[in-house]
């Protein structure tokens, strides 16, 4: 098939509006929020509805042209980055919240929906949807569940996969499963949704979702926390557990140079601690219930802590404000890397008891293989969540001739 007809059958299915081809209208969705992996396809489809988005694939299967979803194109690994004869499928049209159910705890969005958008629509029907990362204000719900996505909230409500009820999806023939299920409790036969949560578009699209609401906290308490070390604030985290139990929603550790990183270039990040320390945890809890003593159960944990010589200085969120300023802190230092030169990303997930094994040994590991490396570890602690990211040496080209950048021109 020709591009012309393979244009002009696509607009047939979504209308001139919903296929871009212009060189400028290609760019947003070409380029990887990095910079560092670059698309080439020459057509960007944007259905609207799940029978466009089926009527799409079903044309591309017969003509057997590759497909890319593509959601908030917010991800760091180029998975949604579509090469030559491919076809990009953007869901960024996909953007109704078909119901909000309060009284049954969930809400039916489609996979275009931003994740913000979703957090709100739950919060005015005093509800919470417990799935928050960095990239809420772009990503798309249909990319978080196609990547199983974990964010700062796993420990208490899980991965995105634990909050799903029910999916719509779009299989590679152009087929639609229709498994837009609302029921808590579905023990009829395979549970097929979760074999396309996770798999990143291979399976089919994800077009919509039926997603688990919560009570909204109405009790939250905050400290962000100087350890010693890792081992300190695994010890921490198990203390915090024991004497708050399902209370614990955050709890995120930070190495001395990530927060560098977000202090030096992140309008807004403020150190609440005097001095400098070379780790640090973000400890939360939360309750649905408005008088829950969250604070004093914190500074409890915190005293026994000190006494056990696993805290070394902490700093008790007194407003809403403050402890916003802790969790800016933690999500800027995503953004305060760009700016310190070429970056290799890893997501590691070892068991809870592990982790500063992991940090210790994989550390060596690395700074061993490139002399000067900066080895920015951090992370969701309380469930084994690790970004393992590693920095480029200090006052070196950013185009490196080895694991840090390859051949890339600089600025790649």
Known sequence: ??????????????????????????????????????????????????????????????????????????????????????????????????????????????????????????????????????????????????????????????????????????????????????????????????????????????????????????????????????????????RARAEAGGSVTGVELMPRLAVDFALRHVAGTVDPLSERHPWYVLLELSSPAADAPLAEQLEMILAGGFEAGLVADAAIASSEAQRKAFWHLREAIVEGQRFEGGAIKHDIAVPVAKVPEFLERATAAVEAAIPGVRVVPFGHLGDGNIHFNLNQPERRPRCLHGPLGGDRPPGA
Request: some cysteine; proline content about 4%; glycine content about 12%.
């Open 1 to 238: 098939m020709t591009d012309a007809a393979l244009l002009d059958a696509l607009i047939a299915v979504t209308g001139p509006q919903g296929v871009l081809r212009s060189e400028a209208d290609l760019e947003p969705y070409l380029k990887e929020w990095r910079g560092k992996y670059r698309g080439t396809a020459g057509i960007v489809v944007r259905p609207a509805s799940t029978a466009e988005v089926a009527a799409v694939v079903k044309l591309c299967a017969e003509r057997g042209i590759g497909i890319v979803p593509q959601g908030g194109n917010t991800g760091l690994c180029g998975g949604a980055v579509a090469e030559a004869g491919q076809v990009l499928l953007s869901t960024d049209r996909l953007t109704r919240i078909r119901e909000v159910d309060a009284e049954g705890d969930h809400i039916t969005v489609e996979a275009g929906v931003i994740l913000a958008q979703v957090q709100t629509a739950a919060e005015a029907a005093d509800r919470l949807f417990p799935l928050s990362l960095g990239a809420e204000g772009s990503c798309r719900i249909g990319g978080n569940l196609s990547t199983n996505a974990g964010g700062t909230a796993v420990l208490r409500y899980g991965n995105t996969r634990d909050l799903v009820l029910g999916l719509e999806v779009v299989l590679p023939d152009g087929r639609v499963w229709d498994g837009l299920r609302a029921l808590r409790k579905d023990n009829t036969g395979y549970d097929l949704k979760q074999l396309f949560i996770g798999a990143e578009g291979t399976l089919g699209v994800i077009t919509a979702a039926v997603l688990k609401l919560f009570p909204r906290p109405r009790s939250v308490a905050a400290a962000l926390v100087a350890v010693p070390d890792p081992a300190a604030a695994v010890a921490l985290f198990g």
